[in-house]
């Protein structure tokens, strides 16, 4: 049953990559062209001003935000409620715009880097909120604060790779992230002397080894995802999750019997075991949908998309504001290719 599992794993994710591969292509064939000149740069320069008015009221809402998961994460209290059979936590007494409003700073700190041309001083605001976010155990934005100030720093340097310094840095980042990982941001709380929570490990991971933990489970849970679906689910979702983009927007404060998840569900991963954190990936969230032909489907449409956007900013005219939206745009990918969502 494992050999099995695995090799459906392996050559359905094969399959997505050669799929995502060969339509990325297909709609995104040109070569990467860099069209800053001094007109972009004096573009750059007269922004600095409508932006610092805008983050004056985003990064107040940001740090309120921030403050209050840092506060929580402290006390080592949750504020979520687990739905028993759905794995999804659901807002008991916040707001789920404001508690996500310090994402903001993953686009302030990375434009406040950009536009003052990547000096020290304006390095500080990433640093603090690498600090901070971290010691709420949330690591994903950092990596795409991070992530994203790398590629503007490319893009500014008109190199298409990073350089050996910056794959240095990126591979300390890997260990730094699953340090962090490891006791949800508890030892950045203790170097900053406010902690008052107590250790609890999540079952089996004080057994956990260096990158064995959740963050690079894909394989196991697509794995997972083939156990279920279709054999046991005796149906695949058929796209209908995606329904839940229409629901997640409305607060539960107004819609107090919100459904948790999608609105529409065919059945639950949760009837078959416990996975909890479980990400699909993007090809595991086309066989969850329909199978070898819903990894096609998934895999193709993502290429040819993300394709498509390459090349009109490629041939596009590439200013200020269009860049820092591709860019960030593109650090999101990273969350979309490892959850599928």
């Known amino acids: 049953m494992k050999t099995t599992l695995a090799l459906t794993v392996l050559l359905a994710?094969?399959?997505g990559f050669l799929v995502f591969a060969f339509a990325s292509l297909r709609f995104g064939n040109v070569p990467m062209r860099f069209k800053q000149d001094a007109v972009a740069v004096s573009e750059r320069n007269r922004l600095v001003g409508p932006f610092m008015m805008?983050?004056?009221v985003a990064v107040p809402i940001a740090l309120y935000s921030l403050f209050g998961s840092f506060s929580i994460a402290n006390e080592g209290a949750n504020n979520k409620v687990l739905v028993k059979g759905t794995g999804i936590f659901v807002n008991t007494s916040t707001n789920g715009y404001l508690e996500e409003a310090q994402i903001m700073l993953v686009t302030c700190t990375a434009m406040i880097a950009w536009?003052?041309?990547?000096?020290l001083p304006a390095l500080v605001p990433l640093l603090v909120f690498a600090l901070g976010r971290s010691a709420t155990g949330g690591r994903f934005p950092?990596?795409?604060a991070v992530t994203t100030v790398a590629l503007l720093w490319l893009y500014e340097h008109r190199l298409r790779f990073p350089s050996p310094r910056i794959i240095a840095l990126m591979l300390a980042g890997v260990v730094v992230f699953t340090a962090l990982g490891q006791d949800r941001g508890r030892a950045v709380r203790q170097w900053l002397g406010t902690d008052n929570t107590v250790q609890n490990l999540r079952p089996g991971e004080a057994r956990v080894k260096f990158m064995e933990g959740m963050d690079l489970g894909n394989l196991e849970f697509f794995e997972y995802i083939v156990y279920v679906v279709p054999q046991r689910s005796h149906s695949y979702d058929y796209f209908l999750n995606n329904l839940q983009v229409l629901t997640e927007p409305v607060p539960r404060l107004l819609w107090p019997n919100k459904p948790a998840?999608?609105?529409i569900s065919r059945f639950s991963m949760f009837d078959y075991g416990y996975p909890i954190g479980m990400t699909r990936s993007l090809p595991?969230?086309?066989?969850?949908?329909l199978g070898w032909l819903g990894v096609i489907i998934v895999?193709?449409?993502?290429?040819?998309g993300l394709g498509a956007i390459?090349?009109?900013y490629v041939l596009g005219e590439q200013d200020t504001i269009v860049t820092a939206a591709y860019i960030l745009f593109l650090t999101m990918m990273i969350t979309t290719m490892r959850d599928g969502t």
């Not at 595991?284 to 949908?289: A, K, L, Q, T, V």
């Not at 895999?299 to 040819?304: E, L, Y």
Request: hydrophobic share 45%.
């Open 13 to 15: 994710s094969t399959l």
């Open 284 to 289: 595991g969230e086309g066989w969850y949908s």
């Open 299 to 304: 895999c193709g449409a993502w290429g040819a």
């Open 142 to 144: 950092v990596v795409l």
């Open 54 to 56: 805008v983050a004056a």
């Open 261 to 263: 998840g999608p609105p």
């Open 115 to 119: 536009l003052f041309r990547f000096r």
């Open 310 to 312: 390459y090349r009109r």
